[in-house]
């Protein structure tokens, strides 16, 4: 009877064991693509430069506070070009491709990066001003920037021209439209990056190699050939729609919490002549 008990009682432990096998891998929290999208091929290991930063790898906002200088692509100076990239924001929201590939940037935000900031989630040397603690709060950051960007002059007057010419980071890190300066303006641009590399102590491995773009989106998967092929045909579709001139007006500083919601603080201006 005894050894009955210890068998049945063995069984029924091997048998819970089992159960509790399963279900730990069952509950264990993480993302098959295999199983809700019907592109399965894609490589999950790693993800674009945006992940996990700016978004998850499900396009979820995440919080990314830092600050920034940039031209508004405003929808009163630019009505054409801005009614082309609504069209085309149109497409790619509709797209099957749309929450799973990528995750679209609101209209609202649509800008011209002229300087890359400083960004709380990156303290080093070159990101993050020498001039203040590795400690400082990004608020800290935010204040000091604003009292020298008060008195900076500008001392290039907008409009800024540039050329848009194609899509480019398909495969990276977004969707961007490449664009160039006039070849006056770049002048103008690089000598204003120089100046406010200077004043805000801060100074990016790209500054002299920086291309400027409008970012319309931000990858959560690294593309196979098919879907990159996918992509770019949808792309094409607008490329002659959208107006090849822009002009942008004075830039602005700004403090962010997030990728979607930018918090105008001041415009960048030229004084007045005495």
């Known amino acids: 009877m005894g050894l009955r008990r ?5 069984i029924a432990l091997v048998l819970l064991l089992s159960f509790v096998s399963k279900f730990s891998q069952f509950r264990t929290p993480t993302f098959d693509a ?3 999208t019907p592109h399965p091929s894609v490589d999950l290991v790693r993800y674009p430069s945006g992940i996990p930063h700016k978004f998850d790898s499900q396009g979820n906002i995440q919080p990314f506070r830092g600050n920034t200088i940039i031209a508004f692509l405003y929808r009163f100076s630019q009505a054409r070009f801005h009614q082309q990239l609504v069209d085309l ?3 790619l929201d509709a797209s099957h491709m749309n929450n799973y590939l990528y995750v679209l940037l609101p209209p609202s935000t649509w800008h ?32 000091l920037y604003t009292n020298k960007l008060s008195s900076f002059d500008l001392q290039t007057d907008p409009p800024y021209h540039f050329t848009f010419t194609n899509f480019a980071t398909l495969n990276r890190s977004g969707i961007s439209l490449h664009l160039e300066p006039s070849a006056e303006d770049n002048v103008k641009l690089r000598s204003l990056r120089d100046r406010l590399s200077t004043l805000l102590h801060i100074r990016a491995k790209d500054h002299d190699k920086y291309e400027f773009h409008l970012t319309l989106a931000y990858m959560l998967r690294y593309l196979t050939a098919e879907q990159q092929q996918e992509l770019e045909n949808l792309l094409a579709s607008s490329l002659q729609a959208i107006p090849k001139e822009l002009k942008l007006h004075a830039p602005e500083f700004c403090t962010f ?3 979607t919601t930018f918090r105008q603080v001041l415009h960048l201006r030229t004084p007045p002549a005495l």
């Open 112 to 143: 011209v990066t002229f300087f890359e900031g400083v960004y709380d989630k990156i303290r080093e040397p070159g990101r993050w001003p020498d001039d203040l603690s590795i400690d400082a709060t990004m608020q800290e950051c935010n204040s």
């Open 257 to 259: 919490e997030d990728i």
């Open 89 to 91: 924001y149109v497409k």
């Open 34 to 36: 295999s199983k809700t």
């Open 6 to 10: 210890n068998v049945t009682a063995g």
